[in-house]
Structure formats: structure tokens, C-alpha cells
């Protein structure tokens, strides 16, 4: 008997159309699932940012398994609730529902928690014995040791992702930032592929994905946290003449060794968390592998000097910062001429040390998961009011958008080792931060501003 299977990933209420600059990119944690799927299951996977799906009475689906995170969390609580109330077997897992489990299940069946590749199994097997209920947990976790290749072939085919194909090199974050999920979900371990492993499916990926392009995004939070694992896979990755794009960590400026490699093997851009400006903001937020850092310095470093933009993450919203903190910011991004720029405001996301910390504090105000995206303000800033902090969020978006910014950038780019190959980066990267700004500007604000329903001590 062929079972099908339905992996879904659900769109975010919040979004304004499909394919939001903010969430465009390919749902890789559902193509790594699907690789672990036996073959008596016929897969769909849905990507309901990019493709339209409606829910259907006629749809033949004998299980699904919904992968969410906080902002589109009740979306999938939605699917999750039409399909089982139609006797479909429905599972959930990722970040928010592996924090909330009990949440989850009002909603859905079962619930995997945390990494879904060693007890997937066991969920299915369960299935098929019509016993498939509660909360699974794997005892350990998995070595990525003969990982299957991702099933990239699954996913919707006409969709022009920002980031495709993408593929997991490494999981586990040593480091303890207490507004991350990535160390409650992954283990501050860094558990790593083996590098003839990643050549051989990099390899695959070329062949049939990447198209003229030969562009492949590294969905790692920060492959370069092993120095010397990752100049191990940057040298072999050379032949393959990819293009590639990857989240770093500032301390790759210091080694001038793994930059060259970088370079030689395609790099064409480091997404940088810069997450707050402030020194005593980072001790706050427990990320002391930043404090030491001349962040322009650095950035330049990496940019002029090796010729590989730099794509600061910038989180907004911790507790040191005032409403002045924001032209200081937009000084540093005009400064360090940084390529592009993603920035969010701080979100208080539940499994997190930060969430914990602001509900003990009183300081959450909202727990719409819908407001967990782009400007919604969800938490009593310490030193600034809610209205300043969305306010501030809003104005950097409109400054860095703009025309002239944007060009500014692509001609200093083109000035440096980056070259015009790195200007025009820089002016593809400049339609979704355009596209992200005009996005804040929808919607109504006051629903983005949750406010207080009582009133609160000054923090």
C-alpha cells in the first residue's frame, strides 16, 4: 500500500502576497525530512509562501506533517486543525511547537520535538498502526554522518527563491545568545558533516539545480565556527566552481587564510550578525565573541581586502539601547559600507532564555504568534517606548532602502576587490530591502504595537 504524505510549510498571516522578501527562500528542513521518508510514502511538499494550496474536502492526503515557526505558527495551527478534524493524521514540528509542545497538540495529533531525522521513523511506523498520538523526542542526536541527499526534486519547481538550492553543512551553535532558538533546538554542540559528504552532494546539487547560475546557499547558523573544518571543505569545494552564500560569525575577519579560501571557492556573500552595537548590549545578551571587535574595522577587512560583501543581521530592541540608538546605527551601516542589511527587532521567541526572562519581568505583551515578524513590537522596551522602538525599526528600513543609499553602496563596491560582480550583488540585494520596506508601510500600525492590556511599572 503507497501512503501519501503531505509536508507543508505553512505562509505566515502577516505576509501581504507570496514570496515575501522576508521569508523567500526555500523550506529545506521539509526536503531534509522527506529524505528520510520510506517509499512506500508518495510525498507533496507545499511551500504556502510561494505556490497557492487551498484546503480541500477532496484532498487525498493520509498524513501531514507541518513544519512551523513562530510567526506563521497559527497558520499551521489552522491546516493542522482542518485536516484532522477530516480523521487525517497530522504532525507538527520546529522551533515554536519543540517550546510549546502542549500548544501544539490542542491542534494537531503529534508533536516532534527538536530534530526530526532519527525519530520520523517511528512516527510513521506509528501511523500505519493507527497509534500515531503525543510528543516524540529522539534520545540523542543525529552525527550527520551519511546524511541522504536533501529532496530538493520536491520542491515547487517554478518558484524564483531568493536562496535555491540550500543545503545543511553543519548543525549545533556553541555559542549562548539568550534571544536564539538555535541552542535549545539544535545543542550548542557543532555537530559537522563530513567534508567528502558535502562535496559529493554539492556536486549533485550543481548537476541538476543550480542552472546557469551555479549559485548555493549555505543554510548553516554559522558554518565557520570550526576554522579549520570549514578551509577542509572551502579547498575541496574549489574544482566544483560554485557560487555560494553563507552566515559567518565577525571573527572570520581575523583569518586571513580562510577568507582567501572563501573566496577561491565562490564565496559572494557572509550574512554578519552584528545583533546590537553596543558592547554591554552583547554582554547582556551573553554573545562576548563580538565585544573585542572593531566592527568596521572588520567589516572593511572583509569586504575591500578579500572582496566578499557583507550582509549585516542587526537586531534591534535590547534593553541598553534608547531611541537614539538608531542614527548611531544607521552611522555604522553607512560607515562600514556594508552590502546589504537584514534587520528584525527583537522578538521574545518562546524556548528562548529571553522569553523566559521578559514573561518572569512581566514585559510581554502580546503572545499573537502573527506579530512575531518584521515591525511587530511585542515586549516593554527598557529604555525607549514601544512606539519609538517600531518607529526607529521603520525609519532605518525607509534610509537604507532608498535609490541613492543602494547605488551608494554598488559604487563603493565597485571600487574595492568585490568589483562590479559585487555591485550588481548589491543592487539584486537592494530590491528586497526595498520590497521588505514597502511591506512595513501596510497594514495598520497600531495592530503591529501590542500594547500593555494593563499597566506595567517602569522597567
Known amino acids: 500500500m503507497k501512503y501519501k504524505i503531505k509536508l507543508i510549510a505553512p505562509s505566515a498571516n502577516r505576509f501581504f502576497e507570496r514570496g515575501s522578501s522576508k521569508f523567500h527562500i526555500s523550506p529545506l528542513a521539509l526536503a531534509v525530512l522527506a529524505s528520510r521518508i520510506p517509499e512506500d510514502f508518495e510525498i507533496t511538499i507545499i511551500d504556502e509562501a ?10 487525498d492526503a493520509d498524513i501531514v506533517g507541518i513544519s512551523a515557526f513562530t510567526a506563521n505558527v497559527k497558520r499551521g495551527y489552522e491546516i493542522a486543525e482542518f485536516y ?3 480523521n487525517v493524521a497530522v504532525f507538527m514540528g520546529g522551533h515554536h511547537v519543540s517550546a510549546l509542545p502542549e500548544e501544539a497538540l490542542k491542534y494537531c495529533d503529534a508533536v516532534i520535538i527538536g530534530e526530526g531525522d532519527i525519530i520520523l521513523q517511528k512516527v510513521l511506523d506509528d501511523f500505519k498502526e493507527g497509534k500515531m498520538k503525543g510528543i516524540y523526542k529522539a534520545e540523542e542526536r543525529y552525527d550527520l554522518t551519511e546524511m541522504p541527499f536533501s529532496r530538493l526534486d520536491l520542491l515547487p519547481e517554478k518558484v524564483n527563491y531568493l536562496f535555491k538550492p540550500t543545503i545543511h553543512l553543519t548543525r549545533g551553535c556553541p555559542h549562548s545568545c539568550d534571544f536564539c532558538c538555535v541552542p535549545p533546538f539544535y545543542g550548542r554542540k557543532l555537530r559537522k558533516r563530513p567534508a567528502d559528504e558535502i562535496i559529493a552532494e554539492l556536486k549533485h546539487i550543481k548537476e541538476n539545480y543550480t542552472q546557469e547560475s551555479n549559485w548555493v546557499h549555505f543554510n ?18 574549489i574544482p566544483l566552481d560554485l557560487k555560494f552564500q553563507a552566515f559567518a560569525g565577525l571573527d572570520i575577519a581575523e583569518d586571513d587564510e580562510l577568507l582567501d579560501l572563501a ?8 550574512y554578519v550578525g552584528f545583533d546590537a552595537l553596543h558592547s554591554e548590549d552583547l554582554e547582556g545578551a551573553t554573545k562576548s565573541v563580538n565585544t573585542k571587535y572593531n566592527y568596521i574595522k572588520w567589516v572593511k577587512k572583509i569586504q575591500e581586502d578579500h572582496g566578499i560583501p557583507v550582509i549585516a543581521g542587526v537586531v534591534v530592541g535590547f534593553d541598553h539601547e534608547t531611541k537614539d540608538s538608531f542614527e548611531k546605527l544607521y552611522e555604522f551601516l553607512v560607515e562600514s559600507h ?27 505583551t502580546s503572545y499573537d504568534w502573527d506579530n512575531y515578524v518584521m515591525d511587530g513590537v511585542n515586549y516593554i522596551p527598557a529604555r525607549m517606548t514601544q512606539d519609538e522602538l517600531h518607529d526607529g525599526y521603520v525609519e532605518i528600513a525607509r534610509r537604507f532602502s532608498a535609490d541613492e543609499a543602494i547605488e551608494e553602496r ?3 563596491a565597485a571600487t574595492t576587490k568585490m568589483g562590479e560582480l559585487g555591485a ?30 494593563v499597566s506595567v511599572d517602569a522597567i
Open 50 to 59: 510561494s505556490e497557492e494550496f487551498t484546503l480541500s474536502d477532496n484532498d
Open 84 to 86: 484532522r478534524n477530516r
Open 220 to 237: 548553516d547558523d554559522n558554518f565557520f565556527v570550526d576554522k579549520e573544518y570549514a578551509k577542509d571543505v572551502l579547498r575541496k569545494m
Open 263 to 270: 573566496k577561491q571557492a565562490g564565496a559572494l556573500g557572509f
Open 338 to 364: 556594508v552590502a546589504s542589511m537584514s534587520m528584525n527587532i527583537l522578538y521574545p521567541y518562546p524556548g528562548t532564555k529571553l522569553f523566559d526572562r521578559m514573561k518572569e519581568q512581566n514585559r510581554i
Open 410 to 412: 554598488a559604487r563603493y
Open 424 to 453: 550588481e550583488t548589491i543592487r539584486q540585494w537592494g530590491k528586497g530591502i526595498k520590497r521588505h520596506y514597502q511591506e512595513l508601510l501596510m497594514g495598520d500600525r497600531e495592530q503591529k504595537i501590542k500594547r500593555p492590556k
